[in-house]
T-cell receptor, first 112, second 114 residues
């Protein structure tokens, strides 16, 4: 059974058109992460939530925002996607005090 | 600061041959070490992890890895490659406390030749 679910699996957007990617987890984990993975590269952490506390990586562009309305759901908003934002976006969750991240299947974003 | 170096962006082995994927890390604190596997257009699946204790760690699908502090290495092995092992493999490190943020290596793509 899927534990970290990302929707949609594939997303196509236009240059400059806002897009939202969603992630939900059924594990009741209090920590959630968003990663960006470009082709043939390692996943790069964008930000994470510890409960409702938002932690932004220093080099995450302002164009990327996130919302976590409740424990189960987390959203990634890209306000004005550029061609360089085309990538796989991975969501992960972790139980507090346990050092294992569980990943979703990812959303592949294309920007036309 | 932590970092991970995976030697070889692409490794090819014959079916039934030994798989060896190399990972070296740098960490100023006792590391937690992980290997993840990623199949095409899929997320990351945890293969195995080292936290403390026994340095030889067994994971899923017949993989294992050995933590060698003196060599700052955590190489992944499997005695006999199967076609289904073809995927990309990522080594990652985190600290023992705090936010447990993962720092990934650049990945090694494993091809298995029939």
């Amino acid at each position: 059974d899927a534990m970290v679910i990302q929707n949609p699996r594939y997303q196509v957007t236009q240059f400059g058109k806002p897009v939202t990617l969603s992630c939900s987890q059924t594990l009741n984990h209090n920590v959630m992460y968003w990663y960006q993975q470009k082709s043939s590269q390692a996943p790069k952490l964008l930000f994470h939530y510890y409960d409702k506390d938002f932690n932004n990586e220093a080099d995450t562009p302002d164009n990327f925002q996130s919302r976590r309305p409740n424990t189960s759901f987390c959203f990634l908003d890209i306000r004005s996607p550029g061609l360089g934002d085309a990538a796989m976006y991975l969501c992960a969750s972790r139980e507090d005090a346990k050092n294992i991240q569980y990943f979703g299947a990812g959303t592949r974003l294309s920007v036309l | 600061a932590q970092s991970v170096t995976q030697l070889g962006s692409h490794v090819s082995v014959s079916e039934g041959a030994l798989v060896l994927l190399r990972c070296n890390y740098s960490s100023s604190v006792p590391p937690y070490l992980f290997w993840y596997v990623q199949y095409p257009n899929q997320g990351l699946q945890l293969l195995l992890k080292y936290t403390t204790g026994a340095t030889l760690v067994k994971g899923i699908n017949g993989f294992e890895a050995e933590f060698k502090k003196s060599e700052t290495s955590f190489h992944l092995t499997k005695p006999s490659a199967h076609m289904s092992d073809a995927a990309e493999y990522f080594c990652a490190v985190s600290g023992p406390t705090g936010s447990y943020q993962l720092t990934f290596g650049k990945g090694t793509k494993l091809s298995v030749i029939p």
